[in-house]
Each structure stands twice: as structure tokens, then as C-alpha cells.
């Protein structure tokens, strides 16, 4: 038995003009946005600027929690390369890569940042990272104590003045294409008006900042591009989740969006448990929030909020209802136990198992 939350009138509306096209900032807020499409992730650093050719760009920064993404500093001023972001990039061409990269090591001929948990490599005169085209090591960091120029054409050396502090970003990797654009940093800038040769930069001290707030744990991200295709880029974003199976009473279900597992919890759309449970759901578009009612008890979740009311009475969960291919999916166990169910995991069948 298959069920879905059926939208109709205003509500219908809101979710298409929401997940039909790229939402703008004015239709979406961003917040939003990145809560309905990254759910691997708990960090993110946007990179735009105010068009294709400009060298000056803002770093923004988001973390999710409880589910939720937020906004964590300020907007931070930036500089990228001379020639601006590339659609298509290729070696010394002086321009920033456009798209959604993860983040590698942090690095620096500094001491790492006295407050900094993120992985981080102090670097000396024999680090180097490969910019030669003819080269195998292409595009990668090399230790080697001997003559760089008998190795390679063309290098950068890791301990160069900016790179003090900085960061890897994971640009043309898995594979490496030779040619398409080599050692992409995030690092410190040399002024607040001097461009990179491709890179990303930032002052010494938000440079500072940002090696102290990544955690690898949280698998940070960075997005860039201009303005006006960043929003683009994070709705394009489809990431593959772990699907949990649901049976409830000795059933097995079979929701048109299954069950998921994201953050240690397991979500599932509130309309196809909280109906196989027996309850009433409504959803209420003006308000963005679900009410579901059975047997005197009423739930009602809110769209990306950590604030549950169960009759009437506010209660906090760990994981705020957020919406998945159109779908709004809320902590099972939450829901299942307010009705008075019982929920187990079965390891040995993938499964959620609830009995009421």
C-alpha cells in the first residue's frame, strides 16, 4: 500500500513553486533551500560574487543543526582569481572554479591554530603541490628533498608567504584531468584588493576562523560561483540516502518515500506513518506545519523546526522535520511513541518495527 502526502490548493502551489526550478533567494531563502537538499553534510561555505568576471567575491558559512541549517558568522570579504569564476577551467588561466567541492587538509608554515580540531599539516621547504601538466604527480601534494626543478616543469611551494594558513579544496580529483586547473586553495589574502591566481582568500584572521570552526566530522563543503548561479548549483544537488524499511504491525510498507536514515535518525513522511498508525493528517500551508490526530492525541511538527506540539504543549525534539522529493519527513520513533506505539530496530532485517 503505497502513501503520499497528498498537497492540494495553497499547499500544492507552495511545494511547486519551492521544488520546481531553482529557487531564488526572494522566493527560498537559502536556508531552506540547503535544508531540502544537503543531508550528508554539516558544513558549508558559499563563495559568490556579484557576477562572472569581478575578483571580489563574500564567504558565507552554514552549519546544520538538529537537522536545520544555520547561518553561523558574518559574511566574511573575499578574493578570488584575477580573471574571476570559470565555467570551464583550465591551468594558469587565472580564474576560480565554479561548482560544490569538499574541503581536504588545512594547512600552513604556521602552527596550527591553538583552538583548531580540523586536520592540519604544517608544511616546510619540501612540500610542494604539482602544477607541471606533463607530470604524473600533476595536481597533487609532494614531499621531495631533492631538486625541484629536476622533477618537475612547474610546482608551487607550500610554505609560500600566503599560505600561512589555509585549506585544500578538493578540486579536480577522482581523476585528475590534466590541464583542468591545479592547486585550489582556500588560504589568507595578501590585501583586501589583491585577486589569486585562482584560489579563494580571506583575511589572516578569518582564515584563523575558519580552521578553528571546520570539523572534519561534519564533512564541510564549499560552493562556488556567482551570484546568480549558487542557488543553481545547491538545487541541482541529489544525494543518495540510506533507505530503512518500515513495518508496522507485521507489515512491511511501501511509502513513495521511503524511510531514511540522516544525523542517527531515522525520518519518515509523516502522512504514510502517521495514517498506517490510524491518525488524521493535515497539513496547513499558510503556517507550514502538519497536524496529525489519533485518539484524542494531536502532533503537530512546523517545516524545519525543533518545537513539537503535542496537545497544545511545546516539546523539543533533536531532529526538525525537513522536506525530501517533496515529501515532509519527521523523526518515526517521535511520532510512533506519541500515539502510544511501541518501536524497535531489527537489525537483521533493516527495519523499523512499531506495533500498536
Keep these: 500500500m503505497k502513501k503520499r502526502l497528498m498537497l492540494s490548493g495553497a499547499a500544492l502551489v507552495l511545494l511547486l513553486s519551492i521544488f520546481a526550478k531553482p529557487a531564488s533567494a526572494g522566493e527560498f531563502p537559502r536556508q531552506k533551500l540547503i535544508s531540502s537538499k544537503f543531508f550528508n553534510e554539516s558544513q558549508m561555505m558559499i563563495v559568490e560574487a556579484n557576477g562572472w568576471e569581478t575578483k571580489y567575491a563574500k564567504l558565507s558559512t552554514y552549519e546544520k543543526v538538529n537537522g536545520v541549517w544555520m547561518k553561523v558568522f558574518g559574511?566574511?570579504?573575499?578574493?578570488?582569481?584575477?580573471?574571476?569564476?570559470?565555467?570551464?577551467?583550465?591551468?594558469?588561466?587565472?580564474a576560480s572554479p565554479t561548482g560544490i567541492y569538499n574541503m581536504g587538509l588545512g594547512f600552513g608554515w604556521a602552527a596550527k591554530p591553538a583552538d583548531s580540531k580540523y586536520p592540519y599539516r604544517q608544511t616546510t621547504s619540501y612540500d610542494y603541490w604539482v602544477d607541471d601538466v606533463t607530470s604524473p604527480e600533476?595536481?597533487?601534494?609532494?614531499?621531495?628533498?631533492?631538486?625541484?626543478?629536476?622533477?618537475?616543469?612547474?610546482?608551487?611551494?607550500?610554505?609560500?608567504?600566503l599560505y600561512k594558513?589555509?585549506?585544500?579544496?578538493k578540486y579536480n580529483e577522482n581523476p585528475i584531468v590534466a590541464g583542468k586547473g591545479s592547486?585550489?586553495?582556500?588560504?589568507m589574502w595578501k590585501s583586501s584588493t589583491s585577486a589569486t591566481a585562482g584560489c579563494?582568500?580571506?583575511?589572516?584572521?578569518?582564515?584563523?576562523?575558519?580552521?578553528?570552526?571546520?570539523?572534519?566530522?561534519?564533512k564541510?563543503?564549499?560552493?562556488?560561483?556567482?551570484?546568480s548561479e549558487i542557488d543553481s548549483y545547491l538545487y541541482a544537488r541529489n544525494e543518495k540516502l540510506h533507505e530503512i524499511d518500515?513495518?508496522?504491525n507485521g507489515v512491511m510498507q511501501n511509502y513513495d518515500q521511503p524511510a531514511v536514515a540522516i544525523d542517527g535518525?531515522?525520518?519518515?513522511?509523516?502522512?504514510?506513518?502517521?495514517?498506517?498508525?490510524?491518525?488524521?493528517?493535515?497539513?496547513?500551508a499558510a503556517t507550514e506545519t502538519v497536524k496529525a490526530e489519533l485518539d484524542g492525541t494531536t502532533v503537530e511538527f512546523k517545516y524545519l523546526s525543533n518545537v513539537v506540539k503535542i496537545n497544545g504543549v511545546n516539546k523539543a525534539i533533536d531532529t526538525a522535520p525537513i522536506s525530501i522529493n517533496n515529501r515532509i519527513v519527521v523523526p518515526l520513533r517521535f511520532l510512533s511513541e506519541a500515539f502510544g506505539a511501541d518501536v524497535k530496530w531489527d537489525s537483521s532485517k533493516n527495519a523499523v518495527v512499531i506495533n500498536k
Design 165 to 169: 594558513y589555509g585549506a585544500v579544496i
Design 200 to 218: 579563494v582568500a580571506v583575511s589572516e584572521a578569518n582564515m584563523k576562523t575558519l580552521l578553528t570552526w571546520m570539523d572534519s566530522k561534519k
Design 138 to 161: 600533476y595536481n597533487k601534494w609532494i614531499y621531495f628533498s631533492g631538486n625541484p626543478y629536476s622533477r618537475w616543469k612547474s610546482f608551487e611551494r607550500m610554505n609560500h608567504p
Design 246 to 248: 518500515v513495518m508496522v
Design 265 to 284: 535518525r531515522t525520518l519518515s513522511p509523516l502522512r504514510g506513518i502517521g495514517e498506517t498508525l490510524g491518525a488524521k493528517v493535515e497539513w496547513d
Design 75 to 94: 559574511d566574511m570579504p573575499a578574493m578570488i582569481g584575477y580573471n574571476g569564476f570559470a565555467q570551464v577551467m583550465k591551468e594558469g588561466g587565472g
Design 183 to 187: 592547486a585550489i586553495f582556500l588560504h
Design 220 to 227: 564541510p563543503l564549499i560552493v562556488m560561483g556567482p551570484t
